[in-house]
């Protein structure tokens, strides 16, 4: 099965809308949206196989070989680095990564002044790395849900989390301060495949600017 081309995506919002892009380029992929508990789901006729996992996950599959393509945030990436290439912004899933802190506390604060400040953040090298380049110390806790009740509790004075519409952090009492990246899925390669399976992949590829340039 060394001709075939396995695909990472992960499940929920980038799911759907992955099988609607890949729908118009021919490649039928519906069964993923299945309540089906498989993971691994196959298409013989195309030599294409899809494995649903985690998306904090897909740069891994991809990096390793396990995967040849994936589909995953823009975030995720600039959170692990892996080394996988990056040919396609699929503009979907868009949202902001920023940095937020309670709205009393934005009324008197200027972030030219922050020296040292303590981050509640599921992405702590974005993190470190944002603030390291202004100068600022930052104490970061790791989290992994609900970072809006970090400020709320005292555990820390600010956030690093993604918005989309903002209703969740308007109803937690906390305002946006600054934009780290603006954040949309990304199509990653693996780089090894690219040179072994080159010319399906670049079709992929090419089918896939073709729609999306046709937006």
């Not at 040292?116 to 930052?138: C, L, M, N």
């Not at 009492?173 to 949309?184: D, F, K, P, Q, S």
Request: aromatic share 6%.
């Amino acid at each position: 099965m060394s001709d075939w081309i396995t695909i990472a995506i992960p499940k929920g919002r980038i799911l759907e809308e992955s099988v609607e892009l890949f729908g118009k380029i021919g490649i039928d992929c519906r069964e993923l949206l299945s309540d089906s508990r498989k993971l691994i789901f196959e298409n013989p006729d195309l030599k294409l196989r899809y494995m649903i996992v985690r998306a904090t996950d897909v740069p891994t599959y991809v990096e390793y070989g396990s995967a040849d393509l994936g589909i995953v945030g823009k975030d995720t990436l600039m959170e692990q680095c892996k080394d996988v290439y990056e040919p396609l912004d699929l503009k979907f899933g868009y949202c902001r990564m920023m940095v937020a802190e309670p709205a009393a506390m934005a009324k008197i604060d200027d972030p030219a002044c922050w020296s040292h400040i303590r981050i509640a953040t599921k992405y702590p090298h974005v993190t470190e790395s944002y603030f390291a380049a202004k100068g600022v110390q930052v104490e970061i806790i790791k989290l992994y849900g609900s970072i809006e009740l970090a400020p709320l509790v005292g555990l820390s004075d600010r956030i690093v989390d993604l918005v989309s519409t903002g209703e969740t952090m308007r109803q937690n009492g906390l305002v946006e301060v600054e934009t780290i990246a603006e954040i949309t899925t990304r199509l990653i390669v693996n780089r090894a495949s690219l040179k072994t399976k080159n010319k399906r992949i670049s079709a992929i590829i090419e089918d896939l600017e073709q729609q999306l340039a046709s937006c």
